[in-house]
């Protein structure tokens, strides 16, 4: 069984062979795998042998990609996204957001063209995450030869882009579009908008070049580990006719609704659910979820992707096969399930670990 088949029967709920796999790692993790014993030319996804492969959007503004500061320890860029963003070289961690493009409505107006979709431009689609993506963007026949390159494989391919929440807070300001939301929210749903049809129009030219995704994969983090960001009565008024939107072009096209969403989006599952999601993930462990009792709720409506512990993974062994055991017993049942930690894979759990984890997979992920 392929890694599509496989992907397609655990949302259909139709028979397979076990749980389909896909994993996120930090950066630090596959530089400490490398001296662990890790090829150094490996790529995760091939040498993992995960049922996904990811291609991305850039649904941004096209801003000028560039390096302001660069030493051993840090790097300081300017993203096409519309911000300003002090990183540690090296290390998936914490980022200091040190400016956004997005100062004001006069500042909107000068932004805004960017976001104009033009198939005579570079592709807004790649294999490279569309996060420091420093390199140009490929032309649309070499996004196409990557794709096909992907489709040959028989894996699963999802196209990731920024949720409409967001994408905007990227170039206005996180604690800025949170006070938009309360006292401008007409503004908000038009940043959004405009966000969304960027992403639509990059959708309808990928199937006319036959390079249709088997999902949409789209990352909108709306909630901390205790609840959501804002009240689901204000997403409900801003973002969820954008989420609709989705659902509907989504299902029309025959592609898949994928949503990653950290945190404790309990509150909201049920208007994924009317949205049209198909796919919620990761499930994060840490902000108190539970695929056993998700499986319970929504196991009919919602495949569930993800909610392995990390914290667990890095402990003793037997508190990782217990995790891994426990709750893939319950999640597998009937299918709507597949693997994935509960956010990505630390440097605390070791190269050996991981592969002790996947060995767990093939015990307790079989039917």
Known sequence: MDGLTRVRHAIERKPMDRVPRYDAFWEDTLTEWGRQGLPADAEPDVFFDWDI?????????????????????FIVFQDR??????????????????????????????????FAFDPNDAARVDGKSYFAHMDPYPTWDEAKRLFDGLRATGKAIALGVYGPWEATWRHRGYSTLMMDLAMDPAWVREMAETQVELVIACLRHCIDLDMKPDALFLIDDLASTRALLF????????????????GRFLHDNAIWFWLHSCGNCLDLIPDFIDCGLEVLQPLQAAAGLDVRTLKQQYGDDLTLWGNI?????????????????????VAKQGGGYMYHSDHSIPPEVSFDRYRWILELLDQYGAY
């Open 231 to 246: 009240s689901p009565d204000m997403w409900r008024d801003v973002y969820k006719p954008f989420y609709a939107r989705y």
């Open 53 to 73: 492969r990811m291609m991305h959007v850039d649904a941004s503004m096209r801003r000028e990609q560039k390096v302001l500061q660069a030493d051993d320890a």
């Open 309 to 329: 512990d990390v914290r667990k993974l890095s402990g003793t062994p037997a508190e990782c096969e217990a995790e891994i055991r426990d709750k893939l017993t």
């Open 81 to 114: 996204a519309g911000y300003t963003v002090r990183k540690m070289v090296g290390k998936s961690r914490a980022l200091e957001w040190l400016d956004h493009a997005t100062k004001d409505k006069a500042a909107w107006e000068d932004l805004k063209p960017g």
